[in-house]
Each structure stands twice: as C-alpha cells, then as structure tokens.
C-alpha cells in the first residue's frame, strides 16, 4: 500500500531554517514526480513546490522562490523540503503529495499526514 509518512515540522523562530522529509513506500518511487503542499487554517491548500521523478526539473511557489528547495533521494525513497529565512506567513501543515499513474490510464493521489510548521517570535 502506498505511504507518506512526514517529519521535520517545528516551531521556529523569524528567519530561521528547517527541512522537512517525506519517505515514501508502496510505489516506485523514482518513477514519479513529487511535490509539496501547504495549508494554513481558514485557507485552500497550495502547491509550495515540485520535482520531476529524477530530480532534474524543480517548480516552486512565488513566495517561497530563492527560500525553500526541493530535492530527493531517490536510492532512500525520500523527498526533502529545506525551508530558508521562514516568515510567519509560512506556517501551515506542510504535506506531501504523490500522483501515481497505473496501468490503463489510472492514477490516485496519495498524500502525507501532514507536518505543522510554525513561525513565530
């Protein structure tokens, strides 16, 4: 069965650093691209960034351009999400996400339970 399962959520202060993991099972892993999503109370839940199966091609958010980097490990089934100079408008549930195609043109969505960032003074 597929799971991801996150880790790495923290309170952190004004400017600090954080990196969230996301390890994956139940699928090839290096066969699909990943991604990273963010949901702050009272608001819909946004694409923060993403990376292709073999981690050459990376997409982020606006905001979080020049702070966050995605990467992945591919040998570990593991997708990374290093957060740079946090702002409180970053705090959210952080979740992983995973699209996984089938045969016949099937596909699920798969997703983290989910970290809590918080930035805070």
Known sequence: QVQLVESGGDLVQPGGSLRLSCAASGFTFSSYAMSWYRQAPGKERELVAGITSAGGTTTYA?????????S??????????????????????????AVVYGISGTWYDYWGQGTQVTVSS
Not at 62 to 70: A, E, L, P, Q
């Open 62 to 70: 606006d905001s979080v351009k020049g702070r966050f980097t995605i």
């Open 72 to 97: 992945r490990d591919n040998s570990k089934n593991t997708v990374y999400l290093q957060m740079n100079s946090l702002k409180p408008e970053d705090t959210a549930v952080y979740y992983c996400n």
